[in-house]
């Protein structure tokens, strides 16, 4: 079989990282450095993304975040984000799904003894 050229951990990550995202900011508002280090530490440097952006404009889009606030640092525009609370009800919903799901991989997966 030819390889496709893309992981298991890529497509995983990017089935994953809005819910990274909407679980980050429940926390509190981030600007979107501060999301992808926070992704970084509270993984260990396993759970990254190299374009964080698209998904927080497809989130807001989706109004599952909004901008919380906007400062001005060195003459550069920092706007935090903050979770909605349809976000809210979307990352619940969907971790009860992810969680489903995984139970029933674990169980495909699990050896016959």
């Known amino acids: 079989m030819k390889d496709s050229g893309h992981t298991f951990d890529a ?3 990017r089935a ?6 909407l679980r980050l900011l429940r926390d509190r508002p981030m ?5 992808s280090q926070a992704m970084k530490d509270k993984s260990g440097g396993r759970f990254t993304i190299a374009v964080l ?3 927080l ?15 001005v640092i060195q003459n550069r525009a920092r706007s935090y984000y903050a979770i909605t609370p349809a976000g809210e009800a979307y990352l619940f919903k969907s971790l009860a ?17």
Not at 31 to 35: N, Q, S, V
Not at 57 to 71: F, K, N, P, V
Not at 102 to 108: H, K, N, P, R, V
């Open 57 to 71: 404009y497809r989130l807001e889009e989706q109004g599952y975040i909004h901008i919380d606030h906007t400062e």
């Open 97 to 113: 799904e992810y969680y489903e799901i995984q139970d029933a991989f674990l169980s495909i997966m699990a050896e016959e003894e």
């Open 53 to 55: 952006y698209p998904v």
């Open 11 to 13: 497509y995983f990550k």
């Open 16 to 21: 994953t990282s809005p819910l990274v995202v």
């Open 31 to 35: 600007y979107g450095y501060e999301i």
